[in-house]
């Protein structure tokens, strides 16, 4: 099947409001022009340098989600133009956020990527970690960001149940944290593999990117 054929097919299984991000990393250009071609207008990419380079090549309306770790001294590099920053697991990512932000005189939104996977290979941060950068002064003095929801990645496992299990897990943090600031809005969670899971525990945007482009050879 061709990438819009894939897109189309994706679209019409997700529920109304649920934002589909096409996950471009490691492809080229002419793929992502297809997905564009076919009305795909927000991709994620997880190396700032790809990101970047894609950008300046590409229409200037796509927006354009980090979803990989990021590592401080290379946001310079995205701030002007990044749309959406999944990743984000530490006050020191945010204050540089905040400054690049501040620089170029906007403001950039992004997602606490959230410790769910019962194996320790992912990044992200624990219940009680959130909860202590929400209420650090540090925080509340930024001035440049703004907190869309949480992001979360479940273990790579053949195991439905545990799967489900940590996006469950995910849900209830983020349920739990909107009673305090209601605005927050997202939930990202849900790849290829697991996304139909993810949905169904509450899921509002999906990270699609080999069930779209094919797999990819390397990472
Ligand atoms: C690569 C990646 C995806 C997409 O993975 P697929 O299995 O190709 O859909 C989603 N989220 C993150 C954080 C990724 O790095």
């Known amino acids: 099947m ?11 299984s997700l529920p109304e409001g649920v934002v589909l991000v096409a996950v471009s990393k490691t492809k ?18 997880n190396k700032i340098q790809e990101m970047t380079e894609k950008w300046s090549q590409l ?14 001294n290379k946001v310079k590099y995205m701030a002007p133009y990044v749309h959406l920053v999944h990743g984000v697991d530490s006050l020191k990512l945010l204050k540089e956020l905040n400054k690049q932000a501040k620089k170029n005189n906007r403001t950039i939104a992004y997602l606490l990527q959230l410790h769910i996977a019962e194996e320790d290979t992912k990044f992200g941060l624990d219940e009680k970690e959130l909860q202590e950068l929400l209420h650090s002064d540090d925080f509340l003095r930024l001035q440049h960001v703004q907190l869309l ?27 739990r944290l909107r009673t305090g600031w209601p605005d927050l809005s997202v939930l990202s969670m849900g790849m ?15 990270r699609i990117g080999s069930d779209i482009f094919g797999e990819r050879n390397h990472h």
């Open 2 to 12: 061709s990438i819009k054929e894939n897109i189309a097919k994706i679209r019409e």
């Open 28 to 45: 080229p250009v002419e793929d992502l022009q297809q997905a564009y071609d076919a009305g795909q207008r927000i991709f994620g990419e």
């Open 59 to 72: 229409p200037k309306d796509i927006e354009w989600h980090m979803i990989g770790h990021v590592q401080s």
């Open 149 to 175: 929801g949480l992001m979360g990645m479940a273990t790579f496992t053949e195991n439905r149940d545990q799967i489900r299990r940590e996006f469950s897990r995910l849900k209830g943090i983020f349920d």
């Open 192 to 206: 290829s593999a697991d996304h139909k899971i993810a949905l169904e525990e509450g899921s509002t945007m999906v």
